[in-house]
C-alpha cells in the first residue's frame, strides 16, 4: 500500500512538473517573440523617422531615443518574467546542491533547505566506483569530441571552399538527414555492434564512441557559416605561393577559427559526457567496468528502495558531473557565442 502511495505521489509530482515547465517555455517563448517583434517594429520606425526628418531638415537628423511609458511598463514586465523564468530553471540545479549535502536519511523529501549539512554523500559516492565511471565517461568523450571536431570542420571547410558536382544535394541531404534522432536506428546498431563482438564485452566502449562519431558530418552548417566569414583572398594567396589545401586548413585557416573549434569542440564533448539512453543500450549489460557516470548513476537510484537508500548520494554525483561542464563553458564563452553567432550569419 505504501509504494502504490509513493508511486502515485512521483506520478502527480511528475505531471505537475511537466505542466509547470510547459507553461515556463510557451511564456518563454511568446517574451521572446514578442521582444522581437518590438525591436523590428521600433527599428521600421526608427528609419522611417530618419528618412522623414532628413527630408524635411536638410540633412539634419534628429532621432529622439525617449521610451513611452507603456513601452517601459512593458519592457519591464517581460524582464520580470524572464527573470522568474531563469529562476524556474536554475532551481532544479539547487534543489541537487543541497539535497547532496542533506545529511536526513531517505530519498526525496518536501522541503528544500536540509535540517542537517554534510558531506558524507561525497564521500560515500567516491569509496563506489563512481570514479571508475567518472573515468570511463571523461575518456569516451574527449576521444569522441576530438576526432568529431576535426571530422566536422574539414567537412565544412571542404564544403565551404571547394566546388564539385552534387555539392548542394549533399549538403541538403545531410541537413535533412541529421533532423531524424538517432535512436531511430538503435535496433540496426545494436545488431551490427553484437555481430563485430562490441555488445557486453571489452569492445563495448569503442563501439559506443564508434555510435557517436558515425553522425558527425550532419553537424557541418555552423562551422560551414564560420568559413564563409573568412576571406577566400587568403586561400588564393597561398595557393599562388604552391601551399596545397592540407596546408592551407592546418597552417591558416584553423589559427583564424578559434571560435568556431571551441564552440564544436565543447557540442562534441556535451553529448557523449551526459548521454544515457544510448550509452545503457550498448555498454549496459557489461559489468561494472563499462559502465559510465550517467548508466552507474541512474542504476543507484532505478528502484524504491534504492531511491530511499541512495538518493543524496546520487545527488552528490549528479552535481560532481556537473562541474566540468559547467567550468567549460565559464572559461570558454565569449569563444562559444562567437563561434555560434558567426557561424549563423551565412550558415
Excluded at 533547505?113 to 565517461?137: A, E
Excluded at 571536431?149 to 538527414?177: C, D, E, H, P
Excluded at 557489461?286 to 532505478?302: E, H, N, P, R, W
Aim: hydrophobic share 50%.
Amino acid at each position: 500500500m505504501k509504494t502504490l502511495l509513493l508511486l502515485s505521489l512521483s506520478k502527480g509530482a511528475a505531471t505537475a512538473v511537466g505542466i509547470v515547465l510547459g507553461v515556463v517555455i510557451l511564456l518563454q517563448i511568446a517574451a521572446i517573440v514578442y521582444l522581437i517583434l518590438s525591436r523590428k517594429g521600433s527599428a521600421v520606425s526608427s528609419r522611417t523617422k530618419l528618412a522623414s526628418t532628413h527630408t524635411l531638415r536638410t540633412k539634419k537628423i534628429i532621432h529622439s531615443t525617449r521610451r513611452s511609458p507603456k513601452g517601459v511598463l512593458v519592457d519591464t514586465g517581460i524582464y520580470i518574467l524572464l527573470v522568474i523564468i531563469s529562476i524556474v530553471w536554475v532551481f532544479p540545479f539547487v534543489y541537487l546542491i543541497l539535497c547532496s549535502v542533506r545529511g536526513e536519511s531517505g530519498g526525496m523529501v518536501t522541503y528544500l533547505i536540509p535540517k542537517k549539512f554534510t558531506f558524507d554523500n561525497y564521500v560515500s559516492l567516491f569509496q563506489g566506483d563512481f570514479i571508475h565511471w567518472y573515468i570511463n565517461t571523461l575518456l569516451i568523450a574527449i576521444v569522441v569530441s576530438v576526432i568529431n571536431t576535426m571530422i566536422t570542420l574539414l567537412t565544412a571547410y571542404a564544403l565551404s571552399r571547394m566546388r564539385f558536382k552534387g555539392r548542394t544535394a549533399l549538403m541538403k541531404f545531410m541537413l535533412v538527414l541529421g533532423m531524424f534522432p538517432g535512436f531511430l536506428g538503435m535496433i540496426c546498431i545494436y545488431y551490427l555492434l553484437n555481430a563485430m563482438g562490441m555488445i557486453g564485452s571489452n569492445l563495448s566502449i569503442v563501439g559506443l564512441m564508434l555510435v557517436y562519431i558515425s553522425g558527425t558530418m550532419m553537424g557541418y552548417y555552423v562551422s560551414k557559416g564560420f568559413f564563409d566569414t573568412i576571406s577566400r583572398s587568403l586561400d588564393e594567396a597561398a595557393m599562388i605561393d604552391g601551399a596545397s589545401r592540407a596546408k592551407i586548413f592546418f597552417s591558416i585557416i584553423l589559427p583564424l577559427s578559434k571560435p568556431i573549434i571551441i564552440q564544436t569542440l565543447l557540442g562534441a564533448f556535451v553529448g557523449p559526457w551526459g548521454d544515457y539512453m544510448m550509452a545503457n543500450y550498448i555498454v549496459g549489460r557489461g559489468g561494472s567496468d563499462f559502465k559510465t557516470a550517467a548508466i552507474g548513476l541512474y542504476q543507484m537510484v532505478d528502484t524504491l528502495p534504492e531511491i530511499s537508500e541512495n538518493f543524496t548520494t546520487f545527488c552528490a554525483g549528479g552535481v560532481v558531473v556537473s562541474l566540468l561542464p559547467i567550468i567549460m563553458f565559464f572559461f570558454m564563452q565569449r569563444f562559444y557565442v562567437a563561434g555560434v553567432t558567426g557561424g549563423s550569419v551565412k550558415g
